[in-house]
């Protein structure tokens, strides 16, 4: 690897979430954030980009990484590129994934909550409404963010990308949850535009362990009409870790 080579891998990963170059040799270079636990360690092979990217936080983003571009080959666990604009796109995924996978959102979750806590006297707020009142603002809020990263900014169903109508939706809802693990999971719910999330949010549409749309009986023909509702859709994709939120998404849902 020359020098221009290794300028050029540097400054892809810096304007692609990897800003922090960890170490290297002479055949390949170490990228890492300080946003993130992500690493992807890079060579070359030929003329093709060599990519591994690992966490310290999530065991799933190789697997999320290879569902995302089922197109790019293998070479001992290692994307194979043809381009330097490739390895961006999956610099770029693999930065975004890193902060939404649990546990990452979990763990910036309480930091953002110890630090907007800490501008109360400590013996007057806690287990206060007000405590409670911030974990769930900076919660929902974190939720969101991690949804917008692992739905790549659109709807889960229909993919619209208009972010001012698109909604965080819990699955297992946020009062029900038994930690903030489960709160802040990115598998825990689904990213809807307004009217589904409305309708799943009520129980009144949910989803088999394939993706399929279930609509209660409860809307008429007529109504699922109007709010756009057909038997066809489906989420985009879904994982095995979306199936205990859902499995429990369907136990409340209006038959």
Request: net charge negative; hydrophobic share 45%.
């Amino acid at each position: 690897m020359n020098i221009l080579q290794r300028t050029l891998i540097e400054k892809t990963g810096h304007e692609n979430g990897f800003e922090n170059i960890l170490s290297g040799l002479d055949d390949w270079v170490l990228l890492g954030s300080a946003r993130h636990r992500a690493q992807a360690a890079i060579t070359l092979d030929g003329d093709k980009w060599l990519l591994e990217v690992s966490s310290a936080v999530s065991s799933l983003l190789p697997a999320e990484l290879v569902r995302s571009f089922p197109s790019i080959p293998l070479q001992n666990d290692k994307f194979v590129l043809s381009t330097i604009d490739e390895l961006a796109k999956l610099l770029r995924r693999a930065a975004k994934l890193a902060q939404a996978l649990p546990n990452q959102a979990a763990s910036d979750y309480e930091s953002q909550v110890q630090e907007e806590l800490a501008k109360f006297p400590a013996d007057t707020i806690k287990g206060t409404e007000v405590e409670r009142m911030v974990r769930q603002r900076i919660g929902q809020n974190a939720f969101r963010n991690a949804m917008l990263d692992y739905w790549i900014g659109a709807c889960a169903v229909t993919g619209i990308t208009v972010s001012e109508v698109l909604r965080a939706s819990h699955a297992k809802p946020w009062a029900d949850c038994a930690n903030d693990a489960e709160r802040l999971d990115v598998f825990n719910g689904f990213l809807l535009s307004a009217n589904l999330d409305a309708l799943f949010d009520r129980c009144l549409i949910t989803f088999d362990d394939t993706g399929k749309i279930i609509i209660s009986p409860r809307l008429t023909q007529h109504q699922r009409d109007l709010l756009g509702l057909k038997p066809s859709l489906c989420l985009r994709w879904i994982t095995d870790e979306h199936l205990f939120y859902l499995q429990y998404h369907r136990s409340l849902f209006c038959n």
